[in-house]
């Protein structure tokens, strides 16, 4: 079945660092939408991404979908303690397809 | 606006009893999913619908049923409870799963069961 891993599992960075996460599909996957989950609250949306090779910004986040739409990737320019959260990826084989998510990277920042 | 709406928020369950995690919506959207979070860990899909009378399995289905008899309720059932089903559980839902949907998330039921 369709599998979806994320790299790292935790990082911890001091305020001001740069962050990536990075998410890994065992299929080829029709889009990719990142969540982030703040200490015990749910998952919020954050972005969705289509197109191959597609790379999207807000603000001091940076998401890109990999060539072969099958890995995609968040980054973080010079993180800050509001950062702090569990950020997972989530797709499917095609649109209509179930939305499995991956084990999400869990970010801690240091003031 | 309500959005995604769960309940209880929290539940303690004895092994073997049943019960019914209730979810609704009132977005008038057609898929709605029950996933798990355990602790630490990510999101794993139970059931999902794509819309009234139509379920089907996700990830890890075993241990529980749905039932979509209405557009806006899609509430999971437990039938003997066991300690392995001490999870967060979320409801979620989406208009559809087409590449401009995002899902909404319930505020989640935490579970224990002892």
């Known amino acids: 079945g369709q599998q979806v891993m994320q790299i790292p599992q935790y990082q911890h960075v001091q305020e001001g660092e740069d962050f990536t996460t990075y998410c890994n599909s065992s299929t080829t996957l029709s889009n990719i939408r990142w969540y982030k989950q703040r200490p015990g609250g749910h998952p919020v949306f954050l972005i969705q991404?289509?197109?191959?090779?597609e790379v999207k910004k807000q603000k001091r986040l940076t998401f890109q979908f990999g060539e072969a739409k099958k890995n995609s990737s968040l980054h973080i320019t010079a993180t800050q303690t509001t950062d702090v959260g569990t950020y997972f990826c989530?797709?499917?084989?095609?649109?209509?397809?179930?939305?499995?998510f991956g084990p999400g990277t869990s970010l801690s920042v240091i003031p | 606006n309500a959005g995604v709406t769960q309940t209880p928020k929290f539940r303690i369950l004895k092994i073997g009893q049943s019960m019914t995690l209730q979810c609704t919506q009132d977005m008038n959207h057609n898929y709605m999913y029950w996933y798990r979070q355990d602790p630490g860990m990510g999101l794993k899909l139970i059931y999902y619908?794509?819309?009234?009378?139509?379920?089907d399995k996700g990830e890890v289905p075993n241990g529980y049923n749905v039932s979509r008899s209405t557009t806006e309720d899609f509430p999971l059932r437990l039938e003997l409870a066991a300690p392995s089903q001490t999870s967060v559980y979320f409801c979620a839902s989406s208009y559809s799963t087409e590449s401009n949907e995002k899902l909404f998330f319930g505020s989640g039921t935490q579970l224990s069961v002892l």
């Open positions: 989530a797709g499917g084989r095609t649109s209509y397809d179930k939305v499995i």
């Open positions: 991404l289509v197109k191959s090779g």
């Open positions: 619908s794509v819309g009234a009378g139509i379920t």
